[in-house]
């Protein structure tokens, strides 16, 4: 089977490579990192002047059409200059929640907008001591009338801070829900802080929140489903984003092993750092196929209407979690155990990608939990 992107998919690559690489070099981001509000405006404007936060909807909605597969590479480039913005959570889970849910006036409504860039969305879904569980326990909408009234408080919200919408899942009487909430809305608090891989998140508490009829996306009780098609849409091009952050640690540490001696000879001449420089180089392109697989599922169960297609995306989407996260951690400590004291230091990028990979293994589920969907599935 042949893996390598398309022409449009590497051109798309190409141009996403060459901006990070000109304008979102390491020290640019560390710039990005410490400022006000962790969120770089200008990269925001060029990701989505290169048709990045069009690509994975439909030609109608005003998007491109494609999937994950198209949106790999540049997730992998994403991963390599480790970007802080949040156009994962804008792209894969709220604006697809609301492409998927959102009625035609709703779509026509928010959409263009989302998917020009011009504003921006995110998910709030995570309650405090609910872990990885995606069905909403503590956070309520009650009717009010014409109206609905939101309680409750969501957790590590990526990119709250800087987001116009929130897309919230709330339990009502049928059920899981999803709702459009302004960020600046009454009873909206946004309680912010970094995350250790440098992304901005942020509590989001909920008291009294009215939204009105039209807020509510898709049906009353239906949300689920959507909510877990967007979560392992996410994954897929989570584990294209670490393939990019393991590539460019296997990168450094080989450059630093060709240029830091001992004894008079570069380290990397020493047969026992070979054999681990070796294992790393194996263990990412294995990453790499499991994340293309990934990728290739969540597509081909868009379009399907086969009775298994959710549970073989699901089991896919879980096993591949499991490999990247795997492969994650192997790539990252050895990175740093190869850098020696050097490799945990601020100055040294090879530190913040073994932060960033930690913070993939762990986000939609770890390897636990990933583990005991796909035994339930299989």
Same mark, same amino acid.
């Given at each position: 089977m042949d893996f390598e992107y398309n022409e449009e998919q590497q051109l798309l690559a190409d141009s996403v490579s060459k901006y990070l690489a000109k304008a979102y070099d390491f020290e640019s981001r560390k710039q990005v990192i410490n400022s006000s509000?962790?969120?770089?405006?200008?990269?925001?404007?060029?990701?989505?002047?290169?048709?990045?936060?069009?690509?994975?909807?439909?030609?109608?909605?005003?998007?491109?059409?494609?999937?994950?597969?198209?949106?790999?590479?540049?997730?992998?480039?994403?991963?390599?200059?480790?970007?802080?913005?949040?156009?994962?959570?804008?792209?894969?889970?709220?604006?697809?929640?609301v492409a998927k849910t959102g009625s035609e006036a709703q779509r026509a409504g928010v959409l263009p907008a989302l998917i020009d860039g011009s504003r921006k969305a995110t998910f709030a879904y995570l309650e405090r001591g609910q872990r990885f569980t995606l069905e909403p326990q503590t956070t309520t909408a009650t009717p009010s009338g014409a109206q609905w009234k939101l309680d409750g408080e969501k957790v590590v919200v990526v990119g709250a801070t800087v987001a116009?919408?929130?897309?919230?899942?709330?339990?009502?009487?049928?059920?899981?829900?999803?709702?459009?909430?302004? +960020?600046?809305?009454?009873?909206? $608090?946004?309680?912010?802080?970094?995350? &250790?891989?440098?992304?901005? *998140? /942020?509590?989001? !508490?909920?008291?009294?929140?009215?939204v009105g009829a039209d807020a509510l996306l898709g049906t009353q009780g239906g949300a689920l489903p959507h909510i877990e098609e967007a979560v392992d849409f996410a994954t897929a091009l989570l584990c294209a984003e670490a393939v990019g952050a393991m590539k460019s640690a296997n990168d450094a540490t080989l450059e630093y092993l060709k240029t830091r001696k001992q004894f008079g000879a570069p380290i990397g001449s020493f047969q026992a750092l070979q054999h681990r420089m070796?294992?790393?180089?194996?263990?990412?392109?294995?990453?790499?196929?499991?994340?293309?697989?990934?990728?290739? +599922?969540?597509?081909?169960?868009? $379009?399907?209407?086969?009775?298994?297609? &959710?549970?073989?995306?699901? *089991? /896919?989407?879980? !096993?591949?979690k499991v490999s990247i996260a795997e492969s994650a951690r192997k790539i990252s400590q050895e990175s740093v155990q190869l850098h020696g004291g050097m490799g945990m230091t601020e100055e040294m990028k090879v530190s913040h990608t073994f932060r960033r990979l930690t913070v993939i293994a762990q986000r939609f589920g770890d390897v636990?939990?990933?583990?005991?969907?796909?035994?339930?599935?299989?």
């Open positions: 509000t962790g969120f770089n405006d200008a990269a925001w404007t060029a990701f989505s002047e290169m048709g990045l936060t069009a690509i994975p909807f439909a030609q109608a909605d005003g998007g491109f059409g494609g999937g994950a597969v198209d949106m790999m590479a540049a997730m992998e480039a994403f991963g390599e200059a480790l970007v802080v913005e949040p156009v994962l959570d804008h792209i894969a889970l709220a604006t697809r929640l116009d919408v929130l897309v919230v899942s709330a339990r009502t009487g049928a059920g899981a829900s999803l709702f459009l909430v302004d +960020r600046t809305a009454p009873g909206v $608090s946004v309680s912010a802080y970094r995350t &250790v891989d440098g992304q901005r *998140a /942020a509590d989001v !508490s909920l008291r009294g929140v009215m070796v294992d790393m180089y194996i263990t990412c392109e294995q990453a790499r196929s499991m994340a293309i697989l990934a990728a290739c +599922r969540v597509d081909a169960a868009a $379009s399907s209407t086969e009775p298994g297609a &959710v549970a073989t995306r699901k *089991a /896919a989407i879980s !096993s591949a636990d939990h990933h583990l005991e969907r796909y035994a339930a599935l299989t």
